[in-house]
């Protein structure tokens, strides 16, 4: 049984997986090398051991073939070790001044390749556009569910970025409440009536000083207060409050926008640990203005110290002016 606790200090919510017990081992960051070796040579995310995870959600195959065999080209399964799993009506319950709600949500893998060591900056755009749509289906899909309220999709890549498996993948997690996380654009609505990025989108644009790219539908920056050295957000024009909401056009300037940023990032960080989150409305609540979809890409360069796990403040050590500059250096020789 797994449980969302309450951190009555900071305020927020906690997953604890309460039925099982990682050994020291068992984290990736005890192990020098991820993946395979790690695993003793058997990953479970490869074409051919579809028998080993549990069975497909949603996935891209021919029509001749088989679910849960081989012939997928992309593919989603629930996350077995997930703190998270879908049961019954929401419950809270007290223990003293503690609170706690069952482990009310779902976890999914989205496998991107049914090739074990081909990453995500070296797959081909038609790749890419399928996995975005993939994404797509799976928020529409997992937002009818209306005890879901937040989808977080995100990705994790190396050791740094939290991954666990080196075989690229994405990972969405639905919750059954709004993390406190985005907070600041209802409130900028509420006081100024008008969405934050928007008017964020507008004053970089004119600034120019963090732009790292601007297309026909997608603006690049790298945010005035970013967290991470060379953090950037990919933040579509038009104003929509939902991922599940992008277009085709959108979407396929996405595709070709994401794979030649990651390259040229890969390219100027010297291929860094990361990670992509999209920053999306919660759904199923009450309607809440102010909301706008956008993408963050953070490469992990330095493990967070104990400054930032106390008190919540980042420290960057590269103005975002900086690595805007630098970012666009090594997009250029790609565009
Ligand atoms: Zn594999
Ligand atoms: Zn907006």
Redesign the pocket.
């Known amino acids: 049984m797994s449980e969302i606790r309450r951190d009555l200090v900071k305020q927020n919510w906690v997953a604890v997986a309460s039925d099982r017990a990682l050994k020291p081992n068992d984290f990736p960051i005890a192990k020098r090398d991820l993946g395979k070796a790690a695993a003793g040579g058997f990953c479970p995310f490869c074409a051919g051991n579809e028998s080993f995870t549990p069975p497909e959600v949603a996935v891209y195959r021919p029509d001749n073939t088989e679910a849960n065999s081989g012939g997928w080209t992309i593919r989603t399964i629930p996350n077995k070790f997930s703190a998270f799993e879908l049961e019954g009506e929401l419950v809270e319950s007290q223990k003293g001044i503690y609170n706690t709600y069952n482990g009310l949500g779902k976890h999914e893998v989205v496998i991107e390749t049914p090739e074990h060591g081909v990453e995500f900056h070296e797959f081909d755009q038609e790749r890419v556009y399928k996995i975005l749509t993939m994404l797509k289906q799976r928020y529409n899909d997992l937002a009818r569910d209306e005890r879901i309220k937040y989808i977080q999709i995100y990705k994790n890549r190396g050791m740094f970025g939290g991954a666990s498996l080196e075989h690229s993948h994405s990972q969405i997690v639905a919750l059954p409440f709004v993390p406190r996380e985005n907070e600041g654009l209802p409130q900028y609505y509420a006081s100024k009536g008008t969405?934050l990025?928007?008017d964020m989108v507008q004053q970089e644009c004119t600034e120019k000083e963090r732009v790292i790219w601007e297309t026909e539908d997608f603006v690049l920056i790298c945010p005035y207060a970013s967290r991470f050295s060379y953090e950037a957000w990919i933040i579509p024009r038009r104003?929509t409050e939902h991922f599940g909401q992008i277009n085709e056009q959108e979407m396929d300037s996405l595709a070709h926008i994401l794979l030649t940023y990651t390259r040229a990032m890969i390219d100027c960080l010297q291929d860094p640990s990361y990670n992509f989150v999209i920053n999306t409305a919660p759904v199923n609540v009450d309607h809440q203005s102010g909301y706008?979809w956008y993408i963050e890409v953070t490469p992990r360069l330095l493990v967070q110290a104990a400054v930032e796990v106390a008190t919540g403040i980042y420290i960057n050590p590269v103005a975002p002016e900086i690595s805007a500059q630098m970012l666009k250096e090594s997009l250029s020789k790609l565009i």
């Open positions: 969405c990025i928007c104003h706008h």
